[in-house]
């Protein structure tokens, strides 16, 4: 009998910090998916512009951006034609956006950061809730 009550307990403890760590990834209208905590340390949302922080040791690291608005397929193209869309690190003297890569601005369903090939960040676009 203490067996499935010591397991229900555990379970228990833990279950306050996963939603705790759910909450911790959304971001503005986003929701982060997978979001790799060695690289990415945050996200900042602004209506449809994201940047993302950066751990300093990836500062000269290229990332890659796909955009679709199904999951992980459908990728649509950039202006360029290209599926891919390499961002850097901003590094100005402004510290407010140091450490964060160059704006991305989309409407896109899923936004996918990528380091080589790594995926670092999923982004999926939650539904708005005006009444909330």
């Known amino acids: 009998?203490?067996?499935?009550?010591?397991?229900?307990?555990?379970?228990?403890?833990?279950?306050?910090?996963?939603?705790?760590?759910?909450?911790e990834t959304r971001c503005g209208g986003f929701s982060a998916l997978t979001m790799d905590e060695d690289v990415v340390s945050d996200v900042f949302c602004e209506g449809n512009d994201i940047y993302v922080k950066i751990h300093k040791g990836y500062w000269d690291a290229d990332f890659i951006v796909r955009l679709s608005n199904a999951n992980q397929t459908d990728y649509r193209t950039w202006l360029n034609g290209e599926l891919d869309r390499v961002v850097k690190v901003y590094r100005s003297q402004q510290t407010d956006k140091q450490g964060y890569t160059y704006r991305i601005n989309t409407t896109a369903g899923f936004v996918e950061y990528w380091m080589g090939e790594r995926l670092v960040l999923h982004l999926e676009r939650t539904p708005s809730r005006s009444n909330i």
């Open 1 to 23: 009998m203490k067996g499935p009550f010591a397991v229900l307990l555990i379970l228990a403890l833990f279950m306050p910090v996963r939603v705790l760590a759910q909450e």
